[in-house]
């Protein structure tokens, strides 16, 4: 039973351990990619004060920094208080080994003494000696026997839990040196966190003077950007129902449906397969380009000059560098592609009755109909002449329902 209940102890232990590793490796991996994205905003906005490109940009982008500093800061937070556990994990098992250890020795200590006792070869012939009959005498033989194996196993076992503890001494050591080194990152974090949003209240300050025109300009841009994304909604519901009747043609059957009313994709067995496949990469779908950072989130939310000003995105809006590709979050079909302007082109990709939206490409390397793979190149994303910005508008929907991109990319 006590054997039971260290073996099922053990597992528990092990299980916790690899669990906290885990738990490390992803937020390291987080803490990276985080990093990364700080060092690509920082590139692109001394690109643009360079260039003097327009305030409204700047302040945009310095928005966009403070957020992702923000996130840095969380995960340092959220790393720190799993090292925490870990040392409490390690010193809990310290403990643990001490008493073992204390109960082993004291063991081993008293076994000594007690075969000190009976050292002399004589004690043990007369032990030999004095047994009843053979059988008696054959068993007491096993008894010595076992009893110096006994002996034999107790200092094994001292030996291996000394190293064992000597190992975890080792490790609570490194943890506490790691959490020290979090905590001075996280510390120095807050310290340039404090020096942006400073430097953000000084460029938001700057442009008070135009603040009319500046409210003017965002609510025109907020139009424009409803218009095309109600101009996009139709674009999709379309090209559902060209999909579907393609479908239907294909099938061999009648749908009830005609013209461009029809708002949901009608799945072959193949296209229930794809949707699956999509579905159960929900939250590890890579970035639609190699590299950048959220610019715009994805629903309503303060606009980044004036908070004031609710503005809506049925998309995330990513910022790259200029002259960056974007590519296919999953394999699918290419179905369809348009141009919603001179220099804004988009291409929708089919997964099954799921659809992903590319949104501001200013040059398309796919056709209509054309199978892609994971993360392969479809187009060259446009750059804004006027704010020297880079950006890639990316949806997700199922049918003509728009999905928070954000729950199905990895990271973000």
Do not use: C
């Amino acid at each position: 039973m006590q054997k039971s209940v260290y073996i099922l102890f053990f597992l528990f232990w092990s299980t916790l351990v690899l669990a906290q590793t885990e738990a490390q490796k992803k937020l390291e991996q987080r803490k990276a990619q985080l990093l990364e994205e700080i060092r690509l905003n920082e590139r692109i906005l001394q690109e643009n004060k360079k260039k003097e490109k327009s305030v409204v940009t700047v302040i945009q982008q310095q928005k966009a920094k403070i957020e992702l500093r923000e996130k840095l800061i969380q995960t340092s937070e959220k790393q720190a208080k799993l090292l925490s556990d870990d040392i409490y994990t390690n010193q809990v098992k310290i403990n643990q080994l001490n008493r073992e250890l204390e109960i082993l020795k004291e063991d081993y200590a008293n076994m000594i003494v007690k075969s000190y006792k009976s050292r002399s070869e004589r004690s043990r012939a007369m032990f030999l000696l004095s047994s009843q009959n053979f059988t008696q005498a054959y068993k007491r033989i096993q008894y010595m026997k076992q009893y110096a194996g006994h002996r034999k196993n107790q200092g094994d076992e001292i030996k291996a839990k000394t190293t064992e503890l000597e190992v975890y001494n080792v490790k609570l050591g490194a943890l506490k040196v790691e959490k020290e080194k979090v905590i001075k990152e996280q510390e120095q974090e807050k310290i340039v966190l404090v020096k942006e949003k400073q430097e953000q209240e000084k460029l938001v300050k700057s442009i008070k003077k135009d603040q009319k025109k500046i409210i003017a300009d965002i609510k025109k841009k907020q139009q424009e950007a409803n218009e095309i994304d109600r101009k996009i909604q139709r674009l999709i519901r379309e090209a559902i129902a060209a999909e579907n009747k393609k479908t239907a043609k294909k099938e061999g059957v009648k749908t009830k449906s005609t013209g461009t009313s029809t708002n949901k994709i009608v799945l072959t067995a193949e296209g229930k397969v794809e949707s699956d496949n999509f579905k159960a990469n929900r939250g590890s779908l890579p970035w639609p380009v190699e590299k950048g950072f959220v610019s715009l989130k994805f629903g309503n939310q303060p606009h980044p000059v004036q908070p004031s000003l609710i503005v809506h995105s049925n998309g995330v809006e990513i910022t790259t560098e200029q002259g960056s590709n974007a590519r296919a979050v999953f394999g699918g079909t290419v179905m369809s592609i348009q141009i919603l302007s001179p220099v804004n082109k988009l291409v929708m990709i089919k997964h099954g009755d799921f659809i992903t939206v590319y949104q501001n490409l200013e040059t398309i390397s796919v056709s209509k109909g054309d199978k892609v793979n994971i993360k392969q190149t479809i187009g060259r994303i446009r750059t804004n002449e006027s704010t020297g910005k880079t950006a890639i508008k990316f949806s997700v929907l199922q049918n003509d329902t728009f999905l928070n991109p954000q729950s199905w990319l990895y990271n973000m």
